[in-house]
């Protein structure tokens, strides 16, 4: 099983990325996929998730209004498009995979290597 996160970089507060999450080894229709995210000193948190069917999501409140999570069956891809970044967004962001869809770090079977998201003021 391999996840594989892209679409990180350095933007200036007020815009925009997608991150995107390749999965291989398991298809989407088995597994709900989140996204988390650990910034330099702090534990990693729950940014946002999404069932196996696409019909459940779930955002953080700090995230809910700016970012939106979506899948694509056909390319076995999950994404996370973030718009009004925020300098407190700056960290690594990572996907993963579970059969239960809960925000509980320790509940995901699979992770991916990470992105690195940087904010600037």
């Known amino acids: 099983v391999l996840l594989v996160e892209s679409g990180g970089g350095l933007v200036q507060a007020g815009g925009s990325l997608r991150l995107s999450c390749v999965v291989s080894g398991i298809t989407l229709d088995e597994y709900n996929i989140a996204w988390f995210r650990q910034a330099p000193g702090k534990e990693r948190e729950f940014v946002s998730a999404i069932s196996w069917s696409g019909g459940r999501t779930n955002y953080a409140d700090s995230v809910k209004g700016r970012f939106t999570i979506s899948r694509d069956y056909a390319k076995n891809t999950v994404y996370l498009i973030m718009n009004s970044l925020r300098p407190e967004d700056t960290a690594i962001y990572y996907c993963?995979?579970?059969?239960?869809?809960?925000?509980?770090?320790?509940?995901?079977?699979?992770w991916g290597q990470g992105t690195q998201v940087t904010v600037s003021s």
């Open positions: 993963a995979a579970a059969n239960t869809m809960t925000t509980m770090p320790r509940e995901y079977n699979y």
